[in-house]
């Protein structure tokens, strides 16, 4: 606080000076709503009914008629933590997951991940830097795939997505696994990429900040970086009755299925 | 206790240690990790060269999935420093990656040094003068350096 007044009166005393350092204190506004919401929501969330979605929507009839229609087809929601990484935390918690009672396509999944810092380091990526995500990430697959029994493995994937170093560093590592694919295949993905930015432009932009909210571009490029296909359900205020489903990529038979609400992924459970 | 911020502040140092880029330095303080101190050499053929600039830079327990706050310790001129040392850099706002490290901060405010951005002033005086009258915004950095050499 004294800081802040400090900075004040040299402002004062010195015309030239337009600001405080308002970049600080957008930042610590910033901060604050971050918080707020850190300390009310969990990184991933228990699995809840679907119908517990009408607790958010109690006045609002087009998404509470929605709401029906997605308990027709599913049974259970996952909540994320709103915090822009929601897309990745969720899929790469689903995934795995899934591949927890899949122990052969685990065990392909671990092969894959293991020469996967080598295909960062050949597209220019910085090996230091690059090692600290991956030995993480590693870490994490090893502690999974070393664990016997389903329901403990299942146990240690929540507690491992709820403490927030692991858990933001497998964020990190799939959005550099995404980042990756969208460089390795920039001539299809530049046609996605409004203005006249590049690829790497984008990814260095929107792509391997944390925090950044994912769109279409960055769903296509994660499922083909991890070989799988995921379903979103898609929840909002547009006509009908119904929810809309959409499969990323098209025509796959989906691992992963995600509720989007404008701004927001969950994962759904049959 | 290490959790992962520290387990890779100890990395960001023992690379900075191992492969110095020319020009700056840094260390943690003594009994804090989380807290750095570091320095930037004024780069050559520019105003500030010969100027030994101190920083502090200061890291949450979200490094590196969040930026440090970086400040200039040394009085400093220049159109993107505020008067209480901060840095108007988009790497260290809104344009932060976790594949920075520390060598990369650096590096980055000494470019910042050499090629100010008077657009997106801190000090909108600095700025003017780097873009209205050069000779004065030289004079006033080599107060600046001269002063560096005292602090």
């Known amino acids: 606080m004294g800081d802040e007044g400090e900075t004040m009166t040299n402002n004062v005393s010195e015309n030239s000076e337009p600001t405080a350092n308002q970049d600080e204190l957008i930042l610590a506004q910033q901060r604050q709503i971050e918080k707020e919401i850190s300390d009310n929501i969990p990184l991933v969330g228990e699995l809840d009914s679907v119908i517990s979605l009408n607790k958010e929507y109690s006045t609002d009839d087009i998404y509470l008629e929605k709401i029906k229609d997605l308990a027709s087809k599913y049974s259970y929601v996952r909540r994320t933590r709103p915090d822009g990484n929601c897309f990745f935390r969720a899929f790469s918690y689903a995934i795995l997951e899934k591949l927890l009672c899949d122990k052969d396509s685990f065990i392909k999944f671990y092969k894959i991940a293991e020469n996967s810092k080598n295909v960062l380091v050949e597209l220019g990526f910085q090996q230091f830097t690059v090692e600290d995500f991956y030995d993480t990430y590693m870490e994490v697959l090893k502690r999974l795939k070393d664990i016997e029994n389903i329901g403990e493995a299942k146990k240690e994937l929540h507690n491992v997505f709820n403490d927030q170093g692991y858990s933001d560093y497998m964020v990190v590592y799939l959005r550099l696994l995404t980042s990756a694919q969208l460089q390795k295949e920039h001539d299809f993905y530049s046609c996605f990429i409004e203005g006249d930015r590049t690829v790497a432009d984008f990814c260095h932009q929107e792509v391997e900040p944390m925090y950044k909210e994912s769109d279409h571009i960055h769903i296509m490029a994660a499922c083909s970086a991890l070989n799988t296909g995921v379903r979103v359900l898609y929840m909002d205020r547009g006509t009908g009755n119904n929810v809309t489903k959409h499969d990323l990529p098209e025509g796959c038979s989906p691992t992963v299925h995600l509720l989007y609400r404008p701004g927001h992924y969950d994962i759904l459970y049959p | ?151």
């Not at chain 2, 980055?108 to 209205?132: H, V």
Request: proline share 9%; hydrophobic share 35%.
């Open chain 2, 1 to 151: 206790m290490s959790t992962p911020a520290r387990r890779r502040l100890m990395r960001d140092f023992k690379r900075l240690q191992e492969d110095p880029p020319t020009g700056v330095s840094g260390a943690p303080t003594d009994n804090n990790i989380m807290i750095w101190n570091a320095v930037i050499f004024g780069p050559h053929d520019t105003p500030f060269e010969d100027g030994t600039f101190k920083l502090t830079i200061e890291f949450t327990e979200e490094y590196p999935n969040k930026p440090p706050t970086v400040r200039f310790v040394s009085h400093m001129f220049h159109p993107n420093v505020y008067a209480d040392g901060g840095i108007c850099l988009d790497i260290l706002q809104n344009r932060w990656s976790p594949t920075y490290d520390v060598s990369a901060i650096l590096t980055s405010i000494q470019s910042l040094l050499s090629d100010p951005n008077p657009n997106s002033p801190a000090n909108s005086m600095a700025a003017q003068l780097y873009k209205e009258n050069r000779r004065e915004y030289e004079k006033r950095v080599k107060a600046c350096v001269e002063q560096s050499f005292i602090d």
